[in-house]
């Protein structure tokens, strides 16, 4: 009847990102505001103001959160995450990452890019590294998830993505299933810097994860790039937003 | 020799079975944490040099075509990305089966099936089943015997709700479990399982029935009488004698080529598959009336009483009365006789986000007591908590989407759909409605109200059919 219309201004619905559901479509809206009813009713953003250090939600001001009291300074990572790590971020990542759905990586990296282009582009040479898998994980699944995140987001913002880090060991025990003790201690060793000894004296580098929960993986990867003079900050999908992990 | 008869011993536990690469291991560090490999590596070897084990890649293209033999997906479901695995720009992956583990184009597939071999049948013996069923109920059960004597591939099973089908089935599947084969009872949705497993465990022992669903327990068991989700399937080939669809026309089954295939696959040749519906497709209706597909009718409810016929109003403007705040005469004469009668009300709405609307102008349009009136719908977290206070007469009125429309039995309840000529009410879900009332003996005062704009084609088909069904049940017991 009116199929003149949709071939001239396309189609009037589309699927949501992550539950593949229709969803009304507006052109032009964020890619936060491209989810069907029901994700955007579950899915949470972080509040402001946040620590200007993690970016958890404080409730007076931008001042250090406790965690962030709690490292010495020279640890501090400036850390930006797209949504609250609730029930239904875990649901997408445990789809993404755990059954291999990697169609979703395409929708937390243009959210992940359109954030980053907010708080971080106005940093001059300026380069995307990603946490990486242990090698034996990516056979296993089948993918490098921060790496594919970090390719999306590498493609929307002209950036280039560098591999800067490598995981030198396999845990048998993924990370998320550990107490906060527990991670501290587990990551000693686990990544090496193996990029080239290039000239990166204060070259801001931005580091890709898909979940920040102690932030302590992300503290131990800005360790080597720091070594290697780079300016590390960081940019994760997921945070926790609990007084004590 | 005696190698021989341990290879044997523990195919049996394979038997049946379609893994995945990874299934395969992780089951085999289950149940033989043991087994050294390179034992497992001589099995191998000589199942396949018997023809008992077929190992082939997950997802192959036929001239040119896709397919993904794990769940028999085609061409549109499969999309490609560069794999970690094989190292390949594009591996084939495939959309359909992702929730049960990715199948790639570089992973293999085991299939433990011996084609033309007799398993060994150890007759079991059952508790004498209890089951008190009416006359008509039994007759039912034996002309399905007969169908699944004859080996017939496929027979209709069309019962109305609250025919009691679960225990019409119960003397069909008993005779088959005593004889050594194995019957598998399969379902469109998790929470069927759950319920049902209780129900058949009072008949047979437990060890004979298992559950499989995402995350049971018993998922990597197989049993006589395997209850399972239709997905679990995909997991399963050439095991069944008997394969019982149960609520065969409900999401996600009906249109769905690659579970009808996975169903089809899970069966034995020479096995059958009975479809338990209370709303045939109209695909059903025709291959019926032109005698291709065997059916059984049930038209009557265990109590022998007629379903409630429908009762259908013009209200062209409730709705604009519910958003300007004010009451409708006729839900209040619907609201004044269901209080009357002692009895709870089922509203249904058409959306998700109209549930709570209705609900608040319910609440404050009639004089209900804070919590008479409540909504939920597929997204609210306290569903089941709400469900129980509904069983309990806590809540009174609850308002909800389709996602009520099977499945539940309150003895002393209503139904009123609101806006009835919305397209998210087909035939099968206003019968569906229907049948939620009426279902106990002891209160018969339940009705069903259908309030819309126009009386559109779903309506009438409903009523017609309702009808239809009253008349047969009448033919049955003679007037």
Known sequence: MRSWWSKIFGDSSALCWFCQSPRPKVIGNPIWEQLCAGCTEKRKMLAYPQCRVCGKPNSIDDSFCYDCQRTPESDRVVNISCVEYNHWARLVVQQWKYRGDERLSRPMGLWMASLIKQRFLHMDRFMITYVPCHRKRVYERGFDQAKQLAHIIGAQLHVPV??????????????????????LQALVGTFSYQGKQMDSSGQSVLLVDDVYTTGSTVRECAKLLRKANFQP???TFARTNSEYV | MEIKQESECTYSFWEGRLLLDQEVQRFRALHFPRQSEDEWIEMIRQWRGKNWLAVFPAIVSRDGRWKCLRCGA?????FFTPCG?????????????????RARSCQYLYRFVREGHDRVQIARTVKPSSIQLTARQSVTAQKLSTYVKQKMPTVLFWAVTGAGKTETMIPVIEPLIRQGMSVLWCTPRQDVVKELAPRLKRFFPDEIVTEHYAGSPDKWMLSPLVIATAH???RMAHLFDLVIVDEADAFPLEGNPALEYSIQRSKRTGGTIILLTATPTDLWIHRMRKGILPTVLLPCRFHGKPMPCPIWKREPVLWDQIKSHKMNRTVQRIINEITSTDGQALWFVPRIEDARIVAEWLKRESSFDEGQVDFVSSTDENRTEKMLRFRDRNILHLVTTTILERGITIPQCHAVVLRADHPVYDRASLVQI?????????YQAGKVWFLSN?????ICQAIREIQLLN????KEFGG
């Open chain 1, 233 to 235: 900050v960081a940019c």
């Open chain 2, 232 to 234: 679990q399937t995909i």
């Open chain 2, 85 to 101: 695995r094989c190292e390949r720009d594009r591996c084939a992956s495939c959309k359909h089966c992702l929730l049960l583990g």
């Open chain 2, 471 to 474: 008349r047969e049940a009448c």
């Open chain 2, 434 to 442: 229907a049948g939620r009332v009426g279902r106990s003996l002891q």
């Open chain 2, 454 to 458: 126009h009386k559109t084609e779903p």
């Open chain 1, 162 to 183: 560098v591999d800067l880090l490598v995981r030198q060991s396999y845990q048998d025990q993924p990370q998320s299933k550990r107490s906060r003790d527990q991670r």
């Open chain 2, 74 to 78: 085609d061409q549109e479901f499969i």
